[in-house]
């Protein structure tokens, strides 16, 4: 149990392109998603926090016109990344709260490796 | 909002047991500590949690001192595979309050 999927895994795009990434719960149901986006050798950082049928919360310092979140279901959250360059290109990670198992945690996917050209 | 301190990196060799101590001097009274294991270009995997005490499962034990300022992940036999970013979480996910560390780099040798 507490799968969570991310899709893809890998893109590559151009400078000025819009890129979506899926992240879905498969095997249970998740009011809240977070979005962590991870520099090289660097800790997890926390962009926002994606809740279902609401508007997500974004962390201080991260452009909500440049990551649009939407949570439309309780097993998929998106996260698009608008007008993307180079300085975009990172590994980004969702996770998905479980509230109906304990202990009551974040359940990560796989992460999607974004390169921008 | 608890910030956590971890050692930066820790050598073991197979067969030994690992304790990684995290510090989070201002815990917050509802605040519950996770751990998690990060393997290179991958999602961080869930190993244990904890409010206080003692914890175990088949994985790995975390103590937790009565006041709550430090944490220690135990991983008992280590093997070459857990080799890893081992990430101590401090927080509560239930108001989306919570602080990633900088993780520790655990080399384990052969």
């Known amino acids: 149990g507490a799968v969570v999927s991310q899709h893809p895994s890998r893109v590559i795009c151009k400078s000025g392109t819009s890129v979506k990434i899926e992240c879905r719960s498969l095997d249970f149901q998740a009011t809240t998603m977070f979005w962590y986006r991870q520099f090289p050798k660097q800790s997890l950082m926390l962009m926002a926090t994606?809740?279902?049928?609401?508007?997500?919360?974004?962390e201080q310092g991260v452009e909500k016109d440049k990551f649009l979140i939407n949570h439309a279901s309780l097993t998929l959250s998106t996260l698009t990344v608008t007008s993307a360059h180079p300085e975009d290109s990172s590994f980004y990670i969702c996770?998905?709260?479980?509230?109906?198992?304990?202990?009551?945690?974040?359940?990560f996917g796989p992460g999607t490796r974004l390169t921008v050209l | 909002l608890a910030k956590t301190t971890q050692p930066i990196s820790m050598d073991s060799y197979e067969g030994q047991e690992v304790n990684i101590t995290c510090s989070h001097n201002n815990i917050a009274t509802n605040d519950y500590i996770t751990w998690y294991q990060q393997f290179p270009s991958q999602g961080p995997r869930f190993i244990i949690q904890g409010y206080k005490t003692k914890v175990t499962n088949e994985v790995a034990s975390l103590f937790i001192p009565a006041d709550r300022k430090s944490s220690t992940l135990s991983l008992p036999r280590v093997s070459l595979s857990d080799t890893a970013v081992y990430y101590c979480?401090?927080?509560?996910?239930?108001?989306?309050?919570?602080?990633f560390g900088s993780g520790t780099k655990l080399n384990v040798k052969p």
């Open positions: 979480l401090v927080g509560d996910i239930r108001i989306n309050k919570f602080y």
């Open positions: 996770s998905a709260r479980w509230l109906d198992r304990g202990p009551d945690t974040q359940y």
């Open positions: 994606s809740n279902e049928g609401s508007k997500a919360t974004y």
